[in-house]
């Protein structure tokens, strides 16, 4: 088996290319299977898990975004569920966690248009749609004050609602 500069790599040998390919595959599983065995045991990635098991309703995008700004938050919703469903309020001087949230919306799936744009017309298909994201902001527990949050074993979910 001959190698080149980019990592590949030439089986040109008839009589040995069989076993020279069962032991390139062997080689690089094993090499695989140690850089993921790095990559695991890195304090990096058991933050990483941590806050993917404090965050799992989020998508994995909004749970880099709330890490990224706030490593420390164990429980963010948005500014009228912590009023209303909570009693809870922003104390002064604190900031949001931005994070991305699907606009849905019902269109003409033909033209796109709105429900509004179609009251005159033939169209009747108003399916719901996701259309692009807008940027909600959220706010993680610590910078509340208010009413004791009681979390019971049923409600442990992070993504408290919008």
Same mark, same amino acid.
């Given at each position: 088996?001959?190698?080149?500069?980019?990592?590949?790599?030439?089986?040109?040998?008839?009589?040995?290319?069989?076993?020279?390919?069962?032991?390139?595959?062997?080689?690089?599983?094993?090499?695989?299977?140690?850089?993921?065995?790095?990559?695991?045991?890195?304090?990096?990635?058991?933050?990483?898990?941590?806050?993917?098991?404090?965050?799992?309703?989020?998508?994995?995008?909004?749970?880099?975004? &709330?890490?990224? =700004?706030? $490593? *420390?938050?164990?429980?963010?919703?948005? !500014?009228?569920?912590?009023?209303?469903?909570? @009693?809870?309020?922003?104390?002064?001087?604190?900031?949001?966690?931005?994070?991305?949230?699907?606009? &849905?919306?019902? =269109?003409? $799936? *033909?033209?796109?248009?709105?429900?509004? !744009?179609?009251?005159?017309?033939?169209?009747? @298909?108003?399916?719901?749609?996701?259309?692009?994201?807008?940027?909600?902001?959220?706010?993680?527990?610590?910078?509340?004050?208010?009413?004791?949050?009681?979390?019971?074993?049923?409600?442990?979910?992070?993504?408290?609602?919008?």
């Amino acid at each position: 088996m001959s190698t080149t500069s980019d990592s590949s790599v030439s089986f040109s040998q008839t009589d040995t290319r069989s076993d020279e390919m069962h032991s390139t595959i062997e080689q690089w599983i094993d090499e695989l299977v140690a850089g993921v065995d790095d990559a695991q045991a890195s304090e990096e990635f058991q933050e990483w898990l941590d806050v993917q098991s404090r965050f799992h309703d989020y998508s994995y995008r909004n749970t880099l975004l &709330i890490k990224r =700004q706030y $490593p *420390e938050a164990t429980k963010v919703a948005g !500014y009228r569920t912590w009023q209303e469903e909570f @009693d809870r309020h922003v104390q002064e001087g604190e900031s949001a966690i931005w994070i991305w949230a699907p606009i &849905i919306t019902k =269109q003409c $799936p *033909e033209c796109g248009n709105s429900r509004s !744009y179609h009251e005159s017309s033939d169209c009747n @298909d108003q399916t719901p749609r996701k259309l692009p994201y807008s940027t909600p902001s959220a706010l993680r527990a610590s910078v509340l004050e208010g009413r004791a949050l009681m979390w019971t074993p049923g409600n442990q979910s992070s993504a408290i609602g919008w």
